[in-house]
């Protein structure tokens, strides 16, 4: 368990500048201790680094359809409906419907908002039961 801080003291977190981690001594004196500002106290703690995004779905999803079907899904993404679809993509509301039906079985998913999601990497909600 951590000690507990001083009366009057006050929490303030210490981000590192990108690359800083990779500097000996970075996360040192200067990231830790307590600084006084303006007669209050602050007690450093230094941040973790982010850790970077490693979600696999978003490049999975989108190696899985064809251009194509990228060009359907680009157009669900600018919320466009199926009529809309075929006239900017020239084709027919058939082949748009039968476009979607592929990119839902392929992607596992059964609405156009979960499409949005799998190909730009949101965080996916479970289904209600």
């Given amino acids: 368990m951590e000690t507990p801080l001083r009366p009057g003291s006050h929490v303030l977190l210490v981000i590192p ?6 500097i000996p001594g970075a996360r040192g ?7 006084i500002i303006g007669g209050q106290r602050y007690h450093l703690v230094p941040a973790a680094e982010p850790e970077p995004a490693s ?4 490049a999975a999803a989108v190696q899985l359809l064809t251009a194509r079907e990228l060009q359907v899904v680009s157009c669900i993404c600018e919320g466009l409906g199926n009529k809309q679809i075929a006239a900017k993509l020239g ?5 748009v419907a039968a476009h979607l039906r592929r990119i839902f079985a392929k992607l596992g998913v059964d609405t156009r908002a979960a ?13 209600l039961p």
């Fill in 55 to 58: 979600d696999p779905r978003p």
């Fill in 115 to 127: 499409v949005v999601s799998r190909c730009f990497g949101a965080p996916s909600v479970p289904p």
């Fill in 91 to 95: 084709i027919s509301t058939w082949t």
């Fill in 29 to 35: 004196l200067a990231m830790t201790g307590e600084l």
């Fill in 17 to 22: 500048e990108p690359g800083a981690a990779s």
